[in-house]
């Protein structure tokens, strides 16, 4: 027989919500695969941006803190999913962003299993993507850029949201706490819906 597909989770929420850090957990926890798109499209862009004419335009945009091309961010996320041994899951870091990608996520790789919604106040997020600019500096935690990617969250995560609670997907988690109170909400709810 052959095996089951593997389970597909979504962690999506603001910047500085704890996406990364959460999706992390869930794969040791759960053995399954991690995949961050932001990285794979800072990896991308930082590999090719001096020697590709369409690489440099991307990695502009993402350090100004706006969207990459939906096409582009699907085709990554097909390869780097593409590339996965067997699997009992994949938890997809800070993917979709908005409606549109959604819909060609179900079209050309597969329908979630469940989508991990880290809801936290603007203000926490702020908070959080200041302190690790101190700490990292990623070419995207400067100021304006991170205006940039708060507003457009809060502009696409309403009708995201909603699409995938229609579809009863979704699952809302209170990420204003510390790290390890998110991730036993975390690990219950996957406990229940998925096994
Ligand atoms: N931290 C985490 N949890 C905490 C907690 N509970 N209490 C206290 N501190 C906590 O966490 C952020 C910081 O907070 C860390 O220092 C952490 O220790 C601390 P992290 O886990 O990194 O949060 P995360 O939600 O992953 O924040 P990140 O900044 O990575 O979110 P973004 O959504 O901005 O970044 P992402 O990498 O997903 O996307 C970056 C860019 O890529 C986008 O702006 C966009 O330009 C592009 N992109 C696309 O174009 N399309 C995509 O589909 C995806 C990305
Ligand atoms: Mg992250």
Not at 28 to 54: D, P, W
Not at 90 to 97: T, W
Request: include cysteine.
């Amino acid at each position: 027989p052959s095996r089951p597909r593997p389970k597909v989770i979504l962690v999506i929420g603001g910047p500085g919500s704890g996406k990364g850090t959460q999706s992390l957990k869930i794969a040791e926890r759960y053995g399954f695969q991690y995949v961050s798109v932001g990285e794979l499209l800072r990896k991308k862009m930082i590999h090719n941006a001096t020697s590709n004419r369409k690489w440099s335009l991307i990695a502009k945009i993402i350090t100004n803190g706006e969207l990459a091309p939906q096409e582009t961010t699907i085709t990554e996320i097909k390869q780097k999913i593409m590339k996965i041994p067997d699997a009992n899951g994949i938890v997809i870091d800070g993917f979709p962003r908005d409606v549109g990608q959604a819909l060609s996520f179900e079209d050309q790789i597969c329908s979630p299993d469940l989508v991990v919604f880290l809801a936290c106040t603007n203000h926490r997020l702020k908070e959080r993507l200041q302190k690790r600019a101190e700490q990292q500096g990623r070419p995207d935690d400067n100021p304006k850029a991170i205006n940039r990617r708060l507003t457009n969250f809060k502009q696409n995560t309403i009708p995201l949201v909603k699409y995938f609670q229609e579809r009863g997907l979704i699952v809302t988690l209170d990420a204003d706490r510390d790290e390890e109170q998110v991730f036993c909400d975390i690990s219950m709810t996957l406990d229940n819906k998925l096994f």
